[in-house]
């Protein structure tokens, strides 16, 4: 009787372990550091944004010194909110210096009608020429070479969700940041976190961030891959990349659910390549997964990269810093072969 009650007692404190185990990686699991309201996000493996100054060179991987970003607020979210930038001023530890440190980053919040880009495609900046500034200014803000937000947040908000605009398709509001390089030449580098609170990074359960135009720096490290995630939407039959001042630094390949690996045409230094990729019916209502593995041998260092893609109608398409539908992970088609019975 007492080794059955001994091994009913180690029965029990085991089933507690395991139990306190299980909490313990499922609260790390969802803990917001790690959650998906970071740009870049955490499936993307990039680590920065890049705007350069507008007096800076095309050729150092910036074709239009500015950037825009659109932050998707669901609409049962009835809390204020923050847009967290990291290391916003130019000077420091991360930013690429030309020079002497001289550009001044303007960084904009915008609301209301003309915030969303599914409505007013004037928004996303992709039109020469076209005032991108649409919607109610909210909140802005210049900086220069301030060592005090060097490696640091500075925090935009509080917002209301209403302060956007609202797009009944995603059931969300919509709020555009515009970061524009207004002097100066040197490369700023920054992120961005979507928050609940001012001087943390407390993420908000189904919010996402996307952008039309994406604008970013690679790792100096060979064994590292960059990731973005265009979502493929209904009635998309092709899409066109393309891609600018990859410094023809190794290849860039399209992964999905149907395609294993595709390799798409790259730019050398301050041009851009575009290439037709046609898409499966696997892949509807997924996010593609553009890979951006870096030359063997001799190292690219400090390579800022500019990639736009849209449909075959010539309609932009978004890359979601948090992957629609999840990371695509390409499943092969096994036919097998019927065994004839035996007689």
Request: aromatic share 14%.
């Amino acid at each position: 009787m007492l080794k059955i009650t001994n091994f009913r007692r180690m029965k029990f404190v085991n089933s507690i372990y395991i139990t306190l185990v299980i909490i313990l990686l499922t609260g790390f699991l969802v803990s917001p550091e790690v959650s998906s309201q970071a740009v870049p996000g955490k499936d993307e493996n990039i680590p920065f944004l890049v705007t350069f100054g507008k007096d800076g060179k095309i050729s150092w991987g910036d074709d239009d010194f500015n950037q825009i970003f659109f932050f998707s607020i669901p609409k049962e979210y009835i809390q204020q909110f923050y847009i967290r930038v990291f290391d916003p001023d130019c000077g420091g530890e991360h930013d690429e210096i030309q020079g002497d440190f001289n550009t001044k980053t303007l960084f904009s919040v915008y609301g209301g009608k003309g915030a969303d880009p599914e409505q007013h495609e004037e928004a996303r900046g992709l039109l020469n020429g076209v005032n991108y500034k649409t919607g109610n200014l909210l909140a802005s803000r210049v900086f220069g070479q301030e060592a005090r937000y060097d490696n640091k947040y500075y925090s935009f908000g509080p917002f209301n969700q209403t302060e956007g605009e609202f797009n009944q398709k995603w059931n969300s509001y919509i709020f555009k940041v515009v970061c524009e390089g207004i002097a100066g030449d040197d490369g700023n580098l920054y992120r961005y976190f979507l928050s609940r609170d001012a001087n943390s990074n407390l993420a908000i359960e189904g919010a996402n961030a996307f952008t039309y135009e994406y604008t970013f720096r690679m790792w100096n490290d060979f064994r590292s891959i960059a990731h973005i995630y265009p979502y493929v939407d209904t009635g998309i039959v092709s899409v066109k990349q393309s891609n600018f001042d990859w410094d023809n630094d190794g290849k860039i390949l399209v992964v999905s659910r149907y395609k294993r690996g595709i390799e798409v045409p790259i730019s050398n230094e301050a041009n851009w390549v575009n290439s037709t990729i046609p898409i499966e019916p696997a892949e509807i209502n997924s996010s593609l997964d553009f890979q951006f593995h870096k030359r063997q041998g001799e190292l690219v260092k400090n390579n800022n990269v500019v990639i736009t893609l849209e449909n075959q109608r010539g309609d932009a398409i978004k890359f979601y810093s948090s992957p629609i539908g999840g990371v695509p992970v390409y499943q092969p088609v096994v036919t097998r072969e019927k065994i004839p019975a035996r007689k």
